[in-house]
């Protein structure tokens, strides 16, 4: 795992592209375009890396504050993982890594805000490692197979008091 470097957009570029022309688990429009994709990934994030397995970049994820001003001190991540990578514990490492990073940035809890209720792998995987489903939100996603479907909210505590 190591912080996002320019000449990883090419990589990087080749696994969001996918996934966020499916439509199935990010908001961001199937026709987002490669500057805006960037923009949001890269530019926007207080950081972003790369998950790397013998060289080859295999995964990908930002961390932010969740909210600016006075709910800064909780974070927000994004995740992808390339398809040749996926179920081999990529996504478990970076969701990982985020917690420890998040913690050394200062940030006390991170929170998801639009997790797909379709998308079972992840929220599984979210709580194995310790998120809460906080919320749901009716019909907050338009899933292109399967209409308007609920989003959660997942929640994590990072640092006790």
Avoid at 56 to 71: A, E, H, I, R, W
Wanted: aromatic fraction near 12%; glycine fraction near 8%.
């Amino acid at each position: 795992m190591r912080e996002f470097r320019p000449d990883d957009w090419g990589a990087v570029w080749q696994m969001l592209e996918p996934v966020f022309r499916a439509g199935e688990t990010y908001v961001y429009s199937p026709d987002i375009t490669e500057d805006e994709a960037r923009r949001v990934w890269i530019d926007a994030p207080a950081a972003t890396f790369v998950a790397t397995i013998d060289g080859d970049t295999v995964g990908t994820y930002y961390l932010k504050p969740n909210q600016p001003g006075l709910g800064n001190h909780i974070c927000n991540c994004g995740y992808v993982v390339s398809p040749a990578a996926r179920g081999k514990g990529v996504a478990t490492a970076m969701c990982e890594h985020s917690q420890q990073t998040a913690v050394q940035m200062g940030f006390r809890a991170m929170q998801y805000n639009l997790v797909v209720s379709t998308n079972e792998g992840a929220v599984r995987l979210w709580q194995k490692l310790g998120f809460e489903i906080v919320g749901r939100i009716p019909e907050a996603f338009r899933h292109p197979q399967q209409s308007f479907v609920d989003a959660l909210v997942m929640y994590r505590k990072l640092v006790s008091d």
